[in-house]
């Protein structure tokens, strides 16, 4: 397939050659923007992060991510090292530096920070955790419904790696791209651990048949931020909405599918498995979903 689709596919924007990152505490050009190959991230994946959208001069939904954030870094016994105050200051001292105004995504990412040595013992993170940011002009970009792939790979479970831990180890999330890749689909599709549909490996998932909205029971999926202001925002505007379970075979005759993230909002998909899935282009649901979302934002 030559024509392939990220969900995370923006616009070209040669401002992003000049963008100014934040590394602990330092504001730095791109090139400079470095960690040490001790850090603990690098090494071992061992760390935490959020992706924010900034529109109109204001992080969408920046207290949610905030705690989820902190509530991540608990799970995993990393003390960032300061406070909500002072994470959102980090993040708008890094705004100002590039004179961002909208249309700017954020990944902020905090490790555990440098080792003495390279072994697995966090005890060996010693200096304090590194925490860094980068902030890109950013508009999607995705010009057709997304094709997705079923894979075999799960999302790691709450006794292995929970997938409620926006974590720095991806690795599985990875291998099921690739796997999707491979089928000549732009995402995987992932299923739970009792074969229900679940999430592709970066986005929520939803489908839409006879007027309901549908997504997991949430139980082993990321507790996406979008994914819940869509399931509010249904039920605020009296749209039957149902977070259960339910397999590929009401899928592949579902009348529309979409993924949430907190990149692409609401990103429809036209293809699953090779069925054309509705019409496969996007649905009159979605289509409605995604406007009292732009409104939610602009509000």
């Not at 954030?69 to 994470?87: N, Q, W």
């Not at 072994?119 to 999607?140: D, K, N, V, Y």
């Not at 089928?183 to 992932?190: F, R, T």
């Not at 202001?229 to 009401?250: A, G, Y």
């Amino acid at each position: 397939m030559t024509d392939h689709v990220t969900t995370h596919q923006a616009e070209e924007d040669a401002r992003n050659e000049d963008i100014l990152i934040y590394v602990n505490g330092r504001i730095l050009p791109k090139a400079q923007a470095v960690v040490s190959v001790y850090d603990s991230g690098f090494m071992l994946g061992d760390g935490v992060w959020e992706g924010l959208r900034l529109y109109n001069g204001r992080w969408s939904f920046v207290d949610e991510h905030i705690d989820r954030l902190f509530e991540a870094a608990k799970a995993i016994d990393l003390d960032i090292g300061m406070d909500r105050a002072g994470v959102i200051a980090a993040l708008e001292e890094t705004r100002r530096a590039n004179g961002m105004e909208t249309d700017a995504h954020a990944r902020l990412m905090v490790t555990r920070g440098v080792k003495t040595r390279p072994f697995q013992h966090p005890g060996l993170s010693r200096q304090g955790p590194t925490m860094a940011i980068i902030m890109e002009h950013s508009r999607p970009k995705i010009p057709r419904p997304i094709r997705l792939a079923t894979v075999p790979h799960l999302r790691g479970l709450p006794m292995t790696q929970d997938p409620k831990l926006n974590s720095h180890s991806k690795l599985n999330c990875i291998l099921a791209c690739i796997a999707a890749e491979k089928a000549g689909a732009d995402e995987a599709l992932m299923l739970d651990v009792h074969g229900f549909v679940n999430t592709t490996n970066a986005c929520n998932f939803f489908i839409v048949r006879k007027g309901e909205v549908w997504t997991s029971t949430g139980d082993y999926c990321m507790n996406g931020i979008t994914r819940a202001k869509v399931i509010q925002l249904c039920r605020d505007n009296d749209i039957p909405v149902f977070e259960k379970n339910f397999s590929l075979v009401e899928t592949y005759s579902a009348d529309e599918a979409f993924l949430t993230g907190t990149f692409g909002a609401q990103t429809p998909v036209g293809m699953i498995d090779g069925r054309v899935i509705g019409t496969g282009e996007m649905g009159p649901m979605t289509e409605r979903i995604r406007g009292l979302y732009k409104q939610l934002v602009g509000a």
